[in-house]
């Protein structure tokens, strides 16, 4: 199975910060790697798939790139609405996996 | 526009069953696998099987394996998830969500979207 670690577990940022989590995963696993926000009590909201596609109505301040087995997600000038835990997840192979989540909380 | 609507709360004693629907909108389900992913404190978000295109049944994640049932009702455009023989680690707030897929030049790329609100199943004495 393949595992998939976050870093860092939670991250304390001030509004119009540039932060930048990492997910690597044990094994390759092209770009079949998917970042999730998550805010408290409601379900996860898909924000990127395949390493870099961005959603639909998600905001350009949000990117993510890749290697195959390590990924980023990068969030540019922080916005109120953007402190929530962020997921990675892939998608290569079953069963799909995510990692632990990275807790973005405001400075 | 998609939309997935789940079951209420659910409070279950130790070694019981519990059946948690997800109803859809927008679509029908024969055009759109559904997948189960639940969420708990210690062990975060896990994948625990679902539908894929295409003739077969569901797959499971080998944890849930001989637990867990994931069926669909057409008709209704409902899909269910039951958990048998629960314990405490069960307790947990269980998600449906939709798997997509995008077949690239040389890869194929999936991902869930949209989820359902979720249902917190509950597991005490």
């Known amino acids: 199975d393949i595992q998939m670690t976050q870093s860092p577990s939670s991250l304390a940022a001030s509004l119009g910060d540039t932060v930048t989590i990492t997910c690597r995963a044990t094994q390759y696993i092209s770009r079949s790697l998917n970042w999730y926000q998550q805010k408290p009590g409601k379900a996860p909201s898909l924000l990127i798939h395949?390493?870099?596609i961005l959603e639909s109505g998600v905001p350009s301040r949000f990117s993510g790139s890749g290697s195959g087995t390590g990924f980023t997600l990068t969030i540019s000038s922080l916005q109120p609405e953007d402190f929530a835990t962020y997921y990675c997840?892939?998608?290569?192979?079953?069963?799909?996996?995510f990692g632990q989540g990275t807790r973005l909380e405001i400075k | 526009q998609l939309h997935l609507t789940q079951s209420g709360a659910e409070l279950k004693m130790p070694g019981a069953s519990v059946k948690v629907s997800c109803s859809l909108s927008g679509n029908t389900l024969d055009q759109l696998p559904i997948h189960w992913v639940r969420q708990t404190p210690g062990q975060g978000l896990e994948w625990m099987g679902g539908?894929?295109?295409?003739?077969?049944?569901?797959m499971y994640a080998r944890k849930f394996q001989g637990r867990v049932t994931m069926t669909e009702d057409t008709f209704e455009n409902t899909a269910y998830m039951e958990l048998s023989s629960l314990t405490s680690d069960d307790t947990a707030v269980y998600f449906c969500?939709?798997?997509?897929?995008?077949?690239?030049?040389?890869?194929?790329?999936?991902?869930?979207?949209?989820w359902g609100q979720g249902t917190q199943v509950t597991v005490s004495s």
């Open positions: 539908f894929d295109s295409g003739p077969g049944g569901p």
């Open positions: 969500t939709i798997r997509r897929r995008w077949f690239g030049p040389s890869f194929e790329v999936r991902w869930f979207d949209p």
């Open positions: 395949a390493e870099s």
């Open positions: 997840q892939q998608t290569f192979s079953i069963p799909y996996s």
